[in-house]
Structures are given as structure tokens and as C-alpha cells.
């Protein structure tokens, strides 16, 4: 995963409070095992239901397969009353195919298709908090059918792709690359201002905008301006 | 009109009508008229008959004159009840502890009924020896205190893109107080002992959502707890009854509630709610991801919108001002929209990760005032403009709005939520 190595590199130079790679270089362990007598140690099959977590280069895929003609049919079944059948959204439930080329326009729509950087999160999110009202009810095969579907419903895969716990950590997502490390430390640097204006700081002070009622969606500073 | 009580008036009715439920559940009317009425005192009718008796409420409710203060969801806002938010109702609220009963709540898959006896911990992954713990094993272990604020990354999100919503309690009411009591974090992975590769730790909820995100070893072992009492008594349902986990100064999103495990790892897990959701669009189609501490910020709190003054002379400006990088220094409040600063006086415990409250009194004589405060943390950090912000970031940036708030003392009985030039 070469894409990890970068984000552990960027969080080395942007956040040098917070050790992360550094570490990687001693065999240590920062935290021995300090035994209070406390807790039931437990042996894999006591906790393994638990063990839903995927990660993104598919550590944790649970074996199973999916098919794009399987997953359309469980999405119109399962899903698409709040998604819509083509995963465009119904009323304010999220819109998941679409929104190609719109992230830097006023109104960006963030999809699978569009923003998610991880095949991965969307196989593991579906598996642990989907469908909303019925979480944790699809059995993994099911689960890689609505992930194939959405992601060929994203052009992402082709409509005889077969989607596995073998390949899922091999998906390249069209916005994979669209996330850096946090850097305000850097890029906001001016907020740290150890001389902040307590007089006269500007020449005029006007209203710009205002909010005009309580049920009206956001506005437009210029349009709510009085 | 519905009455103040009903959880959902607010969003939909009028300002009129907000202001006058709030004004009286502040309590604000009742000034208004003492100072109205000019007659000699009478003996009240309380005083001359026994009250209610003492365990009338076996769980204490506050007086019914106070039945507007409460939790309220945006209808609007969100597509279900479930994976939503009820604000607090920081109008109403005086020094830095936030009552449990009125501290935001913030579910993705609703709040559930969890039972004590049932519920396990179970922490596991890069760890030499996985280990499940009951709420009595957890309550064995040795305790802390701390008292942290916990701030969802969206809060004030819906004023991003220029002011909107005509209540302090919807523009800032993702943000609690709380004393928390608990196990340090650092003593059960001492308990379980890590592998030398461990870098970090993936808490997941026990709820319908299975909330999981990503935090670095460093951050586990600093000063995150496990914690099951807040305020006192054991935490609310809503609160993550009967453990959550407490990140100060990081998002809210990261403390997750009803934790049932915690995974150690060697790499980010890139969950949902650290990808698709909680990651920051910035103007270039980027975004920032992993973006933890939130910033200092602060807001007035009283006047407000819901919280007008309703006399001329002698009022109290009373804020919050909290920092996710450490502890308030300062806090400055403007008269005339940011042009001049005075400082305000903190009054009352100034501890790390946590709200302060701060005060100025001011004499007024009834002309517009355009009110802000900004917030100094010890770091040098000064809180910013909302256009300070959208210089940087542009519009879409929706986490980690902390820009000076405006509040626009019109008139007697009127605040407006603006922007300034």
C-alpha cells in the first residue's frame, strides 16, 4: 500500500506533535503488558463476531464473493427506497453515484463515485451500519454484490466484474488521490497571531448578510444580504 | 402554534414565535414585567399552602417555567430521527457544566437501550493478550476525573456558506461540558499489553451504526479515557451509556459511545467516518482528512437570538470559549463588529480542553450593537473570521467552522444572526 506511506509521511511533516512513522523504526513496544487481574482473556472464536473492521488494502474482507447482476437486484430490494433504484438519492438520503468533476463547484456532490478514496470503507460500511433500519443483516456475499453494483454504477468496475475478498483491496477509486493529511498547522498558520488588533481594526464595519428565517435552506451571502 | 415543549417547534415556526417561547423559557418575560408593575409586594399564594413532596420526582425535573429549555432537532436537516442531532440549548445555560439531560446528541443508528450486564469491551488486534471486560471490570480499574468539552466537527457547519439559523442553540448547540469519570485508555492497553508495531487503535460502537475511526497510538496513550460516569451519575443512553470513549479536544465524532471494541492496528482503517464523512473539501477539490483537534473557538451565548436583552442599562454579554490544542487564555468581545476589542473577564475554572465562560458588562442604551467575541488559546492561536476561513478553505469545507459568530443587537427584544463586512 504505497498510498499509506504517503499519508504516514505527510503526518510526519505535518503534524510533528504526532509521532507516527517515527515509532515504526524501534522493535519496542511502547506498552508492555502490565497484568491488574482484570478483563477475561479471550481466545479468537469469543470475539470474532466482532471482527467486521475491513481495512483498505482488504485485511479483514471476510471470504465471500459478488456479482454486479446480484447486487442491482439486492439494491432495488434493500436499498433503493432510500437511495433511490439507481443510487441517485430519495429526498435528503445520500446521493451515491454521480457528481464526477464537481468538487471544486458551489454546490460539490460527494459520492462513491465522486469522493470516497476506499473501495474498501464502502464493503465495511454497508456491512456493519446498512440497510439503515435493519444494520448488520446481509451476509458478505450480498454485501460484495452491493459494493460491485455501486462501484460499477460509478464506472469503477465493468458489469461482469467479480467482486472478492481476494481483489476488493486492489479497487482504484477515481478520487484515491484527492486527500492529504490535515495541515492547518501549515496552510493556517496566520491564525496564530500574537498580536491580535484590539483598536480601530478596520475603517467601517457593514452587514452583510443575515439570516432571514428559520426553515429556509443555506443562502447565498450576497442574495440574503439586506 | 405549537407550545415551546413540543422537541420540533422551533424549526418550524416563525421567528416571533421562537423568540417568544424562548424569552419566556428564559425566563426574560417575567423581568419584563416586574419592571412594568409598580405596586406594594403581596404574600404569594406558595407561601401560604404546603409545596409538593420531596420525592415528588424520584428523578428531579426542572420547574415547568423552564419547560423551553430542552434538546431541539432540525426536521429539515437530516433525512431520519435516527442518524441525527438535538442541539443544545446554550441560550439558557449559565457557567461551563452543561446539565446531562440538555448535552447535544449526535446518533448515526439512534440511541439504544443498552444493558449494563450484557454489554463487553473487547480489546484486541496488535496486543499481546486480547482481553473482554464487563462494566465492573472497568469500574476496577483505577480512576480519573477530568472535565472536557466534546464538540461535534460540524457544529456551525450550516453557517458556512453565510449566516442561517436565527438561534445560538442550532448555529453552536454541537457542543457539550462535562465532568468525565473513568479508566485511562493508557491502563487497558497497559492491561493488554501492545505489539511493537502497533501505531493505531480503531474504537467501534455496539450500536445500529458501528460507529469506527482511527486514532494514533500517541493520542490513546496521552490522555483518552473510557469513560462511564458523566456529571456524576452514569453516562445517558444518549451519551453512550454504559461507556464511551473520551478524546479531548478531538472531534466529537471520535468519542465514540457504547464502545464494544478496540482494534489495535499498524495503518489507518480509513473508515466511513474518516473518508466519506469528517473529511474537509477545500476550494483546490481536495481534501484534508484526519483533521482532529478542533480549533478554538467561542460564541455569546446571552444576548442571542432566543435570548434578546428586553432592558436598556446595565446587561451582561456572557460567552463559552473552549480550544481542542489546549486551554484558553483570553477572550476579547467587540461592541461594533470586530473594528474594537475589549477583554473579557473569565469567570471560573480555566482547565485544559475545556469551556470557559466569560463575561462583559456593558450599559446600553438601546442602539444597534454588532457583538462578537474571539477566542486565544495558549498555543498563540486567535479564533477567526468567517471570511479568514473561506479565504483558505473556500465554501464547501463544511467540518471545523469555529469563525466569530455576530449577533446584531438590534432592539429591545431582537438579535439577528449577521455577518459583518
Known amino acids: ?226 | 402554534m405549537k407550545k415551546p415543549s413540543d422537541s420540533r417547534a422551533p424549526a418550524q415556526v416563525s421567528r416571533r414565535a421562537m423568540l417568544a417561547a424562548s424569552t419566556a423559557a428564559l425566563g426574560l418575560a417575567g423581568t419584563r414585567a416586574a419592571q412594568a408593575e409598580q405596586k406594594p409586594l403581596t404574600v404569594s399564594e406558595w407561601a401560604t399552602q404546603l409545596g409538593r413532596p420531596v420525592d415528588d420526582h424520584a428523578y428531579g425535573v426542572p420547574s415547568k417555567f423552564e419547560a423551553g429549555v430542552i434538546r431541539r432537532r432540525v426536521d429539515w436537516l437530516t433525512a431520519t430521527a435516527e442518524s441525527s442531532v438535538a442541539f443544545t440549548p446554550l441560550a439558557a445555560l449559565e457557567g461551563i457544566i452543561t446539565p446531562n439531560g440538555l448535552g447535544f446528541i449526535r446518533d448515526h443508528g439512534g440511541t439504544p437501550d443498552i444493558d449494563p450486564a450484557q454489554h463487553r469491551l473487547v480489546i484486541e488486534g496488535l496486543v499481546e493478550k486480547p482481553l473482554i471486560f464487563t462494566l465492573e471490570d472497568i469500574k476496577r480499574f483505577p480512576r480519573v476525573n477530568r472535565i472536557h468539552f466534546c464538540e461535534c466537527a460540524a457544529n456551525s457547519a450550516m453557517e458556512n456558506n453565510g449566516p442561517q439559523m436565527q438561534a445560538v442553540q442550532y448555529s453552536h448547540g454541537m457542543v457539550h461540558n462535562a465532568m468525565y469519570t473513568g479508566v485511562l485508555l493508557k491502563t487497558l492497553l497497559e492491561a493488554v499489553g501492545l505489539k511493537p508495531n502497533a501505531k493505531y487503535v480503531m474504537p467501534e460502537g455496539g450500536d445500529a451504526s458501528g460507529l469506527t475511526r482511527t486514532i494514533p497510538l500517541d493520542k490513546a496513550l496521552d490522555d483518552c479515557m473510557i469513560a462511564y460516569n458523566m456529571n456524576g451519575e452514569a453516562l445517558h443512553p444518549g451519551h453512550g451509556y454504559p461507556m464511551r470513549l473520551v478524546v479531548p479536544g478531538w472531534q466529537a465524532n471520535m468519542w465514540v459511545k457504547w464502545i464494544r471494541r478496540i482494534k489495535v492496528g499498524d495503518e489507518p482503517f480509513m473508515t466511513h467516518e474518516e473518508t466519506a464523512k469528517y473529511t474537509s473539501l477545500m476550494k483546490d477539490g481536495r481534501s484534508r482528512m484526519f483533521t482532529w483537534p478542533m480549533d478554538a473557538k467561542s460564541v455569546i451565548t446571552s444576548p442571542a437570538p432566543e435570548a434578546p436583552w428586553m432592558s436598556k442599562g446595565q446587561n451582561v454579554i456572557s460567552g463559552i470559549a473552549w480550544s481542542g490544542r489546549g486551554t484558553i487564555k483570553q477572550v476579547d468581545v467587540s461592541l461594533d463588529g470586530g473594528k474594537n476589542w475589549v477583554k473579557a473577564q473569565i469567570e471560573g475554572p480555566v482547565l485544559p480542553f475545556s469551556m470557559v465562560r466569560f463575561y462583559v458588562n456593558t450599559d446600553w442604551n438601546g442602539d444597534e450593537l454588532l457583538l462578537q467575541s474571539r477566542a486565544h488559546d495558549n498555543t498563540g492561536y486567535v479564533q477567526p473570521t468567517k471570511n479568514m476561513l473561506r479565504a483558505i478553505r473556500g465554501r464547501s469545507f463544511n467540518y471545523h467552522n469555529n469563525g466569530i459568530q455576530t449577533w446584531q443587537v438590534r432592539k429591545i427584544g431582537e438579535v439577528n444572526n449577521v455577518e459583518v463586512s
Open chain 1, 1 to 226: 500500500m504505497s498510498k499509506f506511506r504517503n499519508f504516514a509521511l505527510a503526518a510526519i511533516i505535518a503534524l510533528p506533535s504526532v509521532a507516527f512513522a517515527a515509532e515504526a523504526a524501534k522493535p519496542v513496544s511502547k506498552v508492555a503488558a502490565k497484568d491488574y487481574g482484570l478483563g477475561t482473556p479471550a481466545t479468537l472464536d469469543m470475539y470474532k463476531a466482532y471482527l467486521i473492521d475491513v481495512r483498505p488494502d482488504g485485511q479483514g474482507a471476510p471470504v465471500g464473493k459478488g456479482t454486479v447482476k446480484e447486487g442491482e437486484k439486492l439494491f432495488g430490494d434493500q436499498c433503493s427506497s432510500c437511495h433511490g433504484d439507481f443510487g441517485e438519492g430519495v429526498g435528503k438520503f445520500p446521493v451515491l453515484m454521480g457528481g464526477e468533476g464537481t468538487l471544486t463547484r458551489d454546490h460539490p456532490v460527494k459520492t462513491i463515485g465522486s469522493y470516497w478514496p476506499y473501495a474498501s470503507t464502502l464493503f465495511d460500511y454497508i456491512d456493519r451500519a446498512m440497510p439503515f433500519p435493519m444494520p448488520k443483516s446481509l451476509t458478505p456475499d450480498q454485501v460484495y454484490s452491493i459494493t460491485d453494483w455501486l462501484l460499477n454504477q460509478n464506472n469503477i468496475v465493468k458489469d461482469d466484474f467479480v467482486l472478492t475478498n481476494e481483489n476488493i483491496g486492489t479497487i482504484k477509486m477515481p478520487n484515491g488521490n484527492g486527500f492529504y493529511m490535515d495541515d492547518r498547522k501549515v496552510a493556517e498558520k496566520s491564525f496564530w497571531n500574537a498580536n491580535a488588533c484590539m483598536k480601530n481594526c478596520k475603517p467601517t464595519v457593514a452587514v452583510t448578510a443575515k439570516a432571514i428565517s428559520l426553515n429556509d435552506p443555506p443562502k447565498d451571502a450576497k442574495a440574503a444580504a439586506k
